[in-house]
C-alpha cells in the first residue's frame, strides 16, 4: 500500500508570499503545448488543482471557457487572485483533493504543478475519473534543475539550504513511488511528456524568495533561524553573483496522461 504524504492544509501558509517570485514561472512555450498536444478549446473548462499562486490558472484562463483553481491554503488562494486581475473566467476554491466530488463541473483538464505529491495520489486519479470528460487528460507540470556548468551557482544554493531544512518535511523519501508508477496503476494510464528547456536570469533576490517559498525552509518552519538563513544566502551570492543576477537553465515538463 503507498502512503501519502500527510494531510497539512497550513504547509505553506507562510511560504506563500514568496512563492510567486521565488519559484520557476512555467515557460509559455509548454503551455501552448500542452494545450495543443491535448486538444484544448475555447469551450473546455480546467481544473487547476493545487493551484498555489494561480501560475497555471492564469496561463490556461485564456485558452478556455473557464478555470476552477482549488488550493487548501487562503494566503495562496489570495496570491493567486492578485496574480489573475483581470481575467474574469477563473474561480478560486478553498480545498483540496480530498474535497473533489459531485459538487465540481466536470472539466476536459486538470492540471496540477508541483502539488500532485502532497496528496493522496491513488484516492485523487479516482475521484478525477468521475469529474474529467471522456477524451480529457491529467497534466503534473513540474521543472527540473539540468546540471550544466551555467547552473553551477546551484551548488551554492544547495549548501545553504541544506543546513537549515528540516530532513522531516521531505515529500520523496527512499520508498518514494514515482507518478508514472502510480497512473499507470490508475484510470489514467495512458502518458506522455513533453518539455521545454529554456534560459532566464534570475534576480538573487528571487532565490531568497525561493528559499523561503519551500516547505522545508518556509518562515514557519525555520522561526528564527530565517533570519540567518537569508543572511547566509546573500553573503554567498555577494561573491558568487556580484551583480545580483545568476543565470538558471531548467527543464519545464508536463506529463500528461488519458485513459487508455
Known amino acids: 500500500m503507498i502512503e501519502p504524504v500527510p494531510f497539512q492544509p497550513d504547509r505553506f501558509h507562510t511560504a506563500a508570499a514568496h512563492y510567486r517570485t521565488g519559484r520557476a514561472p512555467y515557460?509559455?512555450?509548454?503551455?501552448?503545448?500542452?494545450?495543443?498536444?491535448?486538444?484544448?478549446?475555447?469551450?473546455?473548462?480546467?481544473?487547476?488543482?493545487?493551484?498555489?499562486?494561480g501560475p497555471l490558472a492564469v496561463a490556461f484562463a485564456p485558452l478556455v471557457h473557464d478555470v476552477i483553481a482549488i488550493d487548501p491554503e487562503p494566503a495562496m488562494l489570495a496570491e493567486a487572485r492578485m496574480a489573475a486581475a483581470g481575467l474574469s473566467n477563473i474561480?478560486?476554491?478553498?480545498?483540496?483533493?480530498?474535497?473533489?466530488?459531485?459538487?465540481?463541473d466536470p472539466v476536459f483538464l486538470v492540471t496540477m504543478g508541483r502539488s500532485f505529491h502532497w496528496m493522496d495520489r491513488v484516492d485523487t486519479l479516482v475521484r478525477l475519473d468521475q469529474l474529467i470528460e471522456p477524451g480529457g487528460?491529467?497534466?503534473?507540470?513540474?521543472?527540473a534543475r539540468l546540471d550544466i556548468p551555467i547552473n553551477g551557482w546551484r551548488a551554492a544554493f544547495d549548501a545553504v539550504l541544506a543546513r537549515y531544512e528540516d530532513p522531516g518535511t521531505a515529500w520523496r523519501g527512499p520508498d518514494w513511488v514515482r507518478h508514472e508508477a502510480i497512473l499507470l496503476d490508475s484510470p489514467f494510464s495512458r502518458?506522455?511528456?513533453?518539455?521545454?528547456?529554456?534560459?532566464?536570469?534570475?534576480?538573487?533576490?528571487?532565490?531568497?524568495?525561493?528559499a523561503l517559498s519551500l516547505s522545508s525552509t518556509s518562515p514557519a518552519r525555520l522561526g528564527a533561524r530565517a533570519t540567518?538563513?537569508?543572511?547566509?544566502?546573500?553573503?554567498?551570492?555577494?561573491?558568487?553573483?556580484p551583480s545580483g543576477m545568476v543565470t538558471e537553465v531548467?527543464?519545464?515538463?508536463?506529463l500528461i496522461a488519458w485513459r487508455p
Not at 27 to 37: N, Q
Not at 191 to 210: A, K, Q, S
Not at 250 to 254: G, L, N, R, T
Open 191 to 210: 502518458m506522455e511528456t513533453l518539455g521545454v528547456i529554456w534560459r532566464r536570469d534570475v534576480p538573487v533576490d528571487h532565490l531568497v524568495d525561493r
Open 27 to 53: 515557460p509559455p512555450a509548454l503551455i501552448a503545448r500542452v494545450a495543443e498536444r491535448i486538444g484544448l478549446r475555447p469551450s473546455h473548462r480546467v481544473m487547476d488543482l493545487g493551484c498555489g499562486p
Open 91 to 104: 474561480r478560486f476554491v478553498q480545498g483540496s483533493s480530498y474535497d473533489l466530488g459531485p459538487s465540481f
Open 137 to 143: 487528460a491529467v497534466a503534473l507540470i513540474h521543472d
Open 250 to 254: 531548467s527543464e519545464a515538463k508536463a
Open 228 to 241: 540567518a538563513m537569508v543572511a547566509e544566502l546573500r553573503e554567498s551570492f555577494s561573491r558568487i553573483a
